[in-house]
């Protein structure tokens, strides 16, 4: 028969796996990490390191939504589109 892995185990490999893509800047996935964390699941570590990333990614796509928006005003300056 199979073993099957302790819960703590299955816990953690999901939680790398949330993490991952919260650093990714999936709000989801931050607000499960956030859930387990308030919870008592997964370590204060686990999610001081899911934060900074989220919000990393999260201000990384503003960032670039920012300079694109920029680039659309200045070439529509250029071309006298104002």
């Known amino acids: 028969t199979r073993q099957h892995a302790p819960i703590e185990m ?3 490999s999901m939680s790398r796996h949330f993490l991952i893509s919260a650093k990714l800047g999936y709000k989801d996935s ?3 990490i956030e859930k387990f964390f308030s919870h008592g699941v997964v370590t204060e570590a686990l999610y ?3 934060l ?3 919000q990393d990614a999260s201000n990384e796509v503003k ?3 920012r300079d694109e928006a920029r680039g659309v005003v200045w070439h529509s300056f250029m071309d006298g589109n104002e």
């Open 48 to 50: 001081a390191e899911a």
């Open 10 to 12: 299955v816990v953690m």
């Open 63 to 65: 960032s670039h939504q």
């Open 52 to 54: 900074k990333g989220y």
């Open 30 to 32: 931050f607000d499960l």
